[in-house]
């Protein structure tokens, strides 16, 4: 009997798959399973051999995967270029959130971005779709009451309470326009730390300095923000005490950046603190500064190139396509060092 990489060498030759499929005996059998409604069983197994499933083990989702660009033909006309691109990139962080088990299975974490830099609307997941679940057509855009603007292709709402937290901070900080709200257990454990967030590693001082805020509620408008101090931080990091911690960016790649950063971080101080904060090294303003001035330069501080990359932009662009090639359609409009590169494999 043929073993599992005899198999694996017949569906690599290409010819013999060609044969296989222009085969009589092929369309019989394929026949016959679309017409049997009692053999689902073998309708999965052949589908799971035809189509892209390539859902890493990270995510509790396992199946042919939902594209994220679906915004074609009539729906596109609803939305602007810039919009549509934009909806496809928001989707893309909630499926990486998902890819890396960040999200922990949930449909709850909260993901936003500002629609532009000038108007009160913003795009976020529905309540009720999970992470692997998100895409372009699917998010909704609201205004900073958390009222819907545009439904989006689900029959979902958004939890208009919770938004007002984070349109707080949009209110307040105009040159933030995408929040992660980060609560895995390393980042909550961090955030209920008396002594805050650490400078123990290179992955902290990537993400910058952190401050930290008490959560409001206004019992007369029954709306949640944070205190008067985030109108004076420049930082992207916002600690809520007990409530995890806010990764902020300009975009939506420099507000990943600093989250992967920033889980990194706050796994090191979890270990780093058991010893005793007495027993620590923190590294100094300057060597802080140093690492701000090389992350601020783009493409990882080490770019060589005459191409300029934004904060998170490289990275990003590299996510992008191992989602693409995996077969996620993001939509993702990519540079031309990585056009030539990928035009190569």
């Not at 509790?60 to 729906?75: A, M, Q, S």
């Not at 928001?90 to 890396?100: E, F, G, N, Q």
């Not at 372009?136 to 855009?141: A, R």
Request: glycine share 6%; hydrophobic share 40%; aromatic share 6%.
């Amino acid at each position: 009997m043929p073993g599992e990489s005899d198999n694996q060498a017949t569906l690599n030759d290409r010819p013999s798959v060609t044969t296989l499929l222009n085969s009589p005996e092929f369309y019989t059998e394929l026949n016959n399973l679309l017409i049997s409604d009692g053999n689902k069983e073998s309708l999965e197994t052949l589908s799971n051999l035809l189509l892209p499933i390539t859902k890493l083990d990270a995510t509790v989702c396992k199946g042919p995967v939902l594209p994220v660009n679906d915004i074609r033909g009539i729906d596109s006309r609803s939305y602007s270029k810039n919009e549509r691109y934009l909806r496809c990139k928001l989707a893309s962080l909630y499926r990486v959130i998902d890819l890396y088990g960040w999200n922990y299975g949930t449909c709850y974490n909260h993901v936003s971005v500002r629609v532009n830099n000038s108007t009160d609307q913003f795009l976020t997941k529905p309540n009720g779709l999970a992470f692997h679940e998100v895409t372009g057509s699917s998010l909704v855009k609201v205004d900073s009451n958390g009222s819907k603007i545009d439904p989006g292709s689900t029959t979902f709402g958004v939890n208009a309470l919770s938004f007002s937290l984070y349109a707080s901070v949009y209110k307040h900080r105009p040159d933030i326009n995408c929040i992660i709200h980060v609560q895995t257990p390393a980042v909550a454990a961090v955030a209920a730390m008396k002594c805050g967030f650490l400078a123990l590693c290179q992955e902290a001082l990537i993400c910058g300095p952190a401050t930290s805020h008490e959560i409001q509620i206004d019992l007369d408008t029954n709306r949640l923000s944070v205190d008067e101090g985030v109108q004076k931080s420049t930082a992207k990091i916002l600690i809520l005490p007990n409530h995890g911690i806010l990764a902020c960016g300009a975009n939506i790649e420099e507000a990943w950046h600093i989250t992967f950063h920033l889980i990194l971080a706050c796994e090191s101080q979890l270990r780093a603190v058991a010893m005793g904060i007495d027993n620590l090294i923190i590294s100094s303003d300057q060597a802080a500064k140093q690492v701000t001035n090389t992350v601020a330069a783009g493409g990882g501080g080490v770019n060589t190139t005459d191409v300029k990359w934004a904060i998170g932009e490289l990275e990003w662009s590299t996510l992008m396509v191992v989602l693409d090639r995996a077969g996620y359609h993001t939509g993702y409009i990519y540079r031309e060092p990585l056009i030539r590169f990928i035009d190569k494999q």
